[in-house]
């Protein structure tokens, strides 16, 4: 009997530890595949959740897997470059070993940055704080050349996947215009900012401005990941 429970007892350190193995060498492994994927300058945290991993394995379907990354799109050519990506894959499922797989689910939060959204935006903007975006820029407005300061909510049209200001205020020359005007002339110098293009095809869902930039809440269905 004590021979047997020595047996069993180092048949459970064994496989214990041989899930622990065999789950950080799937981690490290699937890291480097998406930091392909998500063209990221450093490969991001994986942590693949629950226990036993192996049996995970073995069944093609694993239950929660948590992505950490920063800098998505660095090191492409694309002009979305995610400060922050924080996702959590839901059921991950598999008919080829993993070569590809599909997240039933997939939620999580994105940082975009000021810099990153006045790029695509193509005028200069900033946060002014108490949820509110300003931005700088000279036109043309009813035959005379004026240098504006206008600033709004930001607010998001998720069919479009794009981000435009509400509650439109604007100053000239330290006066505020009136409301109507103020929307007249921001729409005149501000076209809707794309979003588009976060990892894994996510949708923004919803935003909110703070001093460190737009935090962004993404989520998806049935999103395909190919190694």
């Known amino acids: 009997?004590?021979?047997?429970?020595?047996?069993?007892?180092?048949?459970?350190?064994g496989l214990y530890y041989g899930d622990g193995y065999a789950e950080r060498r799937v981690e490290q492994s699937a890291a480097t595949d998406l930091q392909r994927e998500l063209a990221t300058p450093e490969p991001p945290m994986v942590d693949i959740e629950g226990s036993p991993f192996l049996t995970q394995v073995a069944a093609r379907s694993i239950g929660s897997v948590r992505?950490?990354?920063?800098?998505?799109?660095?090191?492409?050519?694309?002009?979305?470059?995610?400060?922050?990506?924080?996702?959590?894959?839901?059921?991950?499922?598999?008919?080829?070993?993993?070569d590809t797989m599909t997240a039933s689910h997939v939620e999580g939060t994105a940082l975009i940055d000021y810099d990153v959204l006045q790029a695509l935006a193509g005028v200069p903007l900033s946060y002014v704080g108490s949820g509110r975006i300003e931005v700088v820029t000279t036109t043309t407005f009813l035959g005379r050349e004026v240098t504006a300061r206008i600033t709004g909510k930001p607010r998001l049209n998720v069919a479009d996947q794009t981000v435009t200001l509400s509650d439109p205020k604007i100053t000239v020359a330290g006066v505020d215009l009136p409301a109507f005007t103020a929307t007249a002339l921001l729409r005149a110098v501000l076209k809707p900012i794309p979003i588009g293009g976060l990892p894994f095809?996510?949708?923004?869902?919803?935003?909110?401005?703070?001093?460190?930039?737009?935090?962004?809440?993404?989520?998806?269905?049935?999103?395909?990941?190919?190694?």
Do not use: C, K, Y
Not at 2 to 10: N, P, S, Y
Not at 79 to 94: E, I, K, N, R, S
């Open 1 to 13: 009997m004590l021979i047997l429970l020595v047996v069993l007892a180092v048949l459970g350190a």
């Open 201 to 227: 095809g996510l949708t923004v869902i919803g935003i909110d401005p703070r001093d460190d930039g737009v935090h962004a809440e993404l989520v998806g269905d049935n999103v395909p990941i190919t190694r």
């Open 67 to 98: 992505v950490v990354a920063d800098q998505v799109g660095l090191s492409t050519e694309q002009t979305l470059t995610v400060a922050h990506v924080d996702v959590v894959l839901t059921d991950v499922t598999t008919d080829d070993w993993f």
